[in-house]
């Protein structure tokens, strides 16, 4: 069973809008989550993360929410770049000596 | 700080080999995770070793071992393959004890091919 799920394989948005990924769990344990975005033929490389006893974290165009309750975390890009065009991989872990869960991954398509 | 480094980047074996990749974490680093990527399958968690030993095993059959040098350097070894291990091969080291406090720092991959 998947406990970090990215339901939408891919997303496209015009440059200079605003690009949502979404991401569920379901393991309520989780305690710290993490984004990491990943171009072809590179490894993954981490974005931002955030701690279960916040809500909001942000880091320049880059603003991750938690939502306990719903289970849910999302990443906001504002603007969008094409050069933001990319692999991005929800990442959850659960408890001290848990690993990092990670989900499938979107596909974001940022259009000129 | 040199990156994480996977070797080789790229290979093919046909089913029934037996593979070896290596990883060099980054400098100081002495937690290293290894994880299989698919198309559509996202990234999933192998093992992770610190310190030469293993401290965390992911849901995959004992053909898949690894294991530590005391240089924090790793390998990992796939044996009598399958086409299903054809895949890419990540590596991530970190400073912490466990992956999953902070960030993982990932090598470029080992791409295999089974034929």
């Known amino acids: 069973d998947q406990q970090v799920k990215q339901n939408s394989p891919s997303l496209s948005v015009q440059e200079g809008r605003i690009s949502i990924l979404n991401c569920d769990y379901t393991n309520s344990m989780f305690d710290y989550f993490l984004w990491y975005k990943k171009y072809p033929a590179e490894g993954p490389t981490f974005l931002i993360s955030i701690s279960s006893i916040k809500d909001k974290n942000e880091d320049g165009r880059f603003t991750v929410f938690l939502n306990k309750s719903a289970k849910h975390l999302s990443l906001h890009i504002v603007p969008s770049q094409p050069g933001d065009s990319a692999v991005y991989f929800c990442?959850?872990?659960?408890?001290?000596?848990?690993?990092?869960?990670f989900g499938k991954g979107t596909k974001l398509s940022v259009k000129p | 700080k040199a990156g994480v480094t996977q070797t080789p980047r790229y290979l093919i074996k046909t089913r029934g080999q037996q593979v070896t990749l290596s990883c060099s974490p980054i400098s100081g680093h002495r937690s290293v995770s290894w994880y299989q990527q698919t198309p559509g399958q996202g990234l999933q968690f192998l093992f992770e070793?610190?310190?030469?030993?293993?401290?965390n095993k992911g849901n995959f059959p004992g053909r898949f071992s690894g294991r530590q040098f005391s240089n924090s350097r790793s390998e990992m070894n796939v044996s009598t393959l399958e086409l299903g291990d054809s895949a890419l091969y990540l590596c991530?080291?970190?400073?912490?004890?466990?992956?999953?406090?902070?960030?993982?720092?990932f090598g470029e991959g080992s791409r295999l091919t089974v034929l």
């Open positions: 070793y610190f310190s030469e030993t293993q401290r």
């Open positions: 990442a959850a872990r659960g408890g001290s000596q848990g690993n990092l869960i």
């Open positions: 991530a080291s970190h400073e912490s004890l466990v992956s999953g406090a902070g960030e993982l720092f």
